[in-house]
């Protein structure tokens, strides 16, 4: 069956370091990827997204690249803020309904 | 994108009752998912509603317990039934933009069984 895997947390960083945070997947076919931020208190926001092999999503400084030879789609961003303290949802689309990671609760210090 | 309500946004209720959760998107949309996020957990589907149509259950989750409606393309409701503090989640509703491949969610039901 489907399902994401992505790292676990929390994970603690200072302000202006590079943050990763890692998914794999297992599929079958080529399902549509998607990263998404619940912040403190607040709903959940689709962050970004891709939905072929290569293809690059990117938001708010935030990036993943679909990688098919790996089945990965891990999230990137090159200077944190502590306002990107959040739980960030790895997910896919296969067909239609979204299976998620187990989050991965990112803070972020001055 | 879609813009999303659910009523309440929140609720604390007694162990044996029932609750009904309400979704309201602005516009028409084929499909509405109910997911169940449980306190420091990821999301899980509870059932997909189309509208004109019985909703898909996943394993796990059955009619008696969660009964759904959809009577038209831009409302559905979610009743947790005979609740028990096991129940005491966030539910949310969410909708598949038609053709973009993506899925946008409301705000979340914040439920207390006490």
């Known amino acids: 069956g489907n399902s994401v895997t992505q790292m676990e947390g929390p994970v603690t960083l200072s302000e202006e370091a590079f943050l990763t945070i890692n998914c794999t997947y297992t599929a079958t076919g080529y399902p549509s990827l998607f990263w998404y931020v619940q912040y403190p208190g607040e709903g959940l926001q689709l962050l970004l997204k891709a939905t072929k092999a290569d293809d690059k999503g990117s938001n708010k400084g935030f990036e993943a690249t679909y990688r098919k030879e790996t089945t990965s789609f891990h999230l990137e961003k090159g200077s944190v803020q502590v306002s990107d303290s959040a739980v960030y949802f790895c997910a896919l689309r296969a067909p239609y309904a979204l299976n998620f990671g187990k989050g991965t609760s990112l803070l972020v210090t001055p | 994108s879609a813009v999303i309500s659910q009523k309440p946004s929140r609720d604390i209720c007694q162990r044996g009752t029932s609750l009904t959760i309400q979704c309201q998107v602005d516009s028409q949309v084929t499909m509405m998912f109910w997911y169940r996020q449980q306190p420091g957990q990821s999301l899980t589907l509870i059932a997909t509603a189309n509208q004109g149509s019985e909703a898909t259950y996943e394993s796990g989750f059955v009619i008696d317990k969660f009964p759904i409606s959809r009577p038209n393309l831009t409302f559905s409701t979610l009743t947790v039934s005979n609740m028990s503090p096991e129940d005491s989640s966030i539910y949310l509703c969410?909708?598949?933009?038609?053709?973009?491949?993506?899925?946008?969610f409301g705000p979340g039901t914040r439920l207390t069984v006490l």
């Open positions: 969410s909708v598949d933009t038609n053709g973009a491949d993506t899925q946008y």
